[in-house]
């Protein structure tokens, strides 16, 4: 089990920057695939981007390809998310994951991730 800590959620203008934090703690950190999600009241959980265990390979939902970036420190036991040009509709609740395993098939489904982040709110405004 991992238990995840998202920071660095905030209120930015349309077009801004913010990059989150999500610090794991545990030593199977560096043995996950980490996962960012995101939600708004009344919608499902929606899928942002992903990284595996070695952080050699990375996935985007098209609504945020070639605007946001996934990384991750092992050593630190933390996964970021750089969040560039943001738009009002990017505001949500941004939640980090956690799956022992990786998928080319599901590793956009949330239910696949068994550890979850309390969330921290980005609001971009216009």
């Known amino acids: 089990q991992v238990q995840l800590v998202e920071t660095g959620g905030g209120l930015v203008q349309a077009g801004g920057s913010l990059r989150l934090s999500c610090a794991a703690s545990g030593r199977a950190f560096s043995r996950h695939t980490m996962g960012w999600f995101r939600q708004v009241p009344g919608k499902e959980r929606e899928f942002v981007a992903v990284i595996i265990s070695s952080g050699s390979i990375t996935y985007y939902a098209d609504s945020v390809k070639g605007r946001f970036t996934i990384s991750r420190d092992n050593a630190k036991n933390t996964v970021y998310l750089q969040m560039n040009s943001l738009k009002v509709e990017d505001t949500a609740i941004y939640y980090c994951?956690?799956?022992?395993?990786?998928?080319?098939?599901?590793?956009?489904?949330?239910?696949?991730?068994?550890?979850w982040g309390q969330g921290t709110q980005v609001t971009v405004s216009s």
């Open positions: 994951a956690a799956s022992p395993t990786f998928g080319s098939s599901f590793y956009n489904n949330p239910r696949t991730y068994a550890d």
